[in-house]
Antibody, heavy 118, light 107 residues
Framework: EVQLVQSGAEVKRLGESLKISCKASGYKFTSYWIGWVRQMPGKGLEWMGAIYPDDSDARYSSSFQGQVTISADKSVNTAYLQWISLKASDSAIYFC???????????WGQGTPVAVSS | EIVMTQSPATLSVFPGERATLSCRASQDIDSNLAWYQQKPGQAPRLLIYAASTRATGVPARFSGSGSGTEFTLTIRSLQSEDFAVYHCQHYNYWPLTFGQGTRLEIK
């Protein structure tokens, strides 16, 4: 059974760093892209970027390029989304999702809520 | 970047009736279009891919159509569990983008 299990909710302060995770199981981790999607409160879905764990090829939306870093560790079947300095506008739910190249997201993680306060 | 535009933003329909949701792409995306359903507090769920193919386990009352730049999701005979937010997404090439979503609510 394919599963993507994300790390738990986070409460952080402005300017702090953060790294959230997405652990995959039930399939060959290195054969699929893992994408990250932001959902701000009451809003739609925003594609942030994706990574191919086999060679760590990462692609970013222009809106998120330079704002976050997407990485993966294939030894533990886990993808990561990282911030160096959080802003209040980073408060959102972050989902990871699996997809094949040129295909839609077929499995999703449960989401990681991130709250950033001053 | 391809811009995906969904309409309407909110759709009110009686249970048992049909709902028609639209999604427009700013450029030709062939049939590389997916629809997702999202209920409160849950992750999105893949409903339709390749514009018209139902994902595993999706009831036959859900159907998708269109190609190029105009796409439609139709839900026949709405059930209570169908009232949710629906998102379209293109996956033609990077960057992947979503529409802003359509909220389907009970009338």
């Amino acid at each position: 059974e394919v599963q993507l299990v994300q790390s738990g909710a986070e409460v952080k302060r402005l300017g702090e760093s953060l790294k959230i995770s997405c652990k995959a199981s039930g399939y060959k981790f290195t054969s699929y892209w893992i994408g990250w999607v932001r959902q701000m409160p009451g809003k739609g879905l925003e594609w942030m970027g994706a990574i191919y764990p086999d060679d760590s090829d990462a692609r970013y939306s222009s809106s998120f390029q330079g704002q976050v870093t997407i990485s993966a560790d294939k030894s533990v079947n886990t993808a990561y989304l990282q911030w160096i300095s959080l802003k209040a506008s980073d408060s959102a739910i972050y989902f990871c999702a699996r997809h094949d190249f040129g295909e839609p997201f077929d499995f999703w993680g449960q989401g990681t809520p991130v709250a950033v306060s001053s | 970047e391809i811009v995906m535009t969904q309409s309407p933003a909110t759709l009110s329909v009686f249970p048992g009736e049909r709902a028609t949701l639209s999604c427009r792409a700013s450029q030709d995306i062939d049939s590389n279009l997916a629809w997702y359903q999202q209920k409160p507090g849950q992750a999105p769920r893949l409903l339709i891919y390749a514009a018209s193919t139902r994902a595993t386990g999706v009831p036959a009352r859900f159907s998708g159509s269109g190609s190029g730049t105009e796409f439609t999701l139709t839900i026949r005979s709405l059930q209570s569990e169908d009232f949710a937010v629906y998102h379209c997404q293109h996956y033609n090439y990077w960057p992947l983008t979503f529409g802003q979503g359509t909220r389907l609510e009970i009338k």
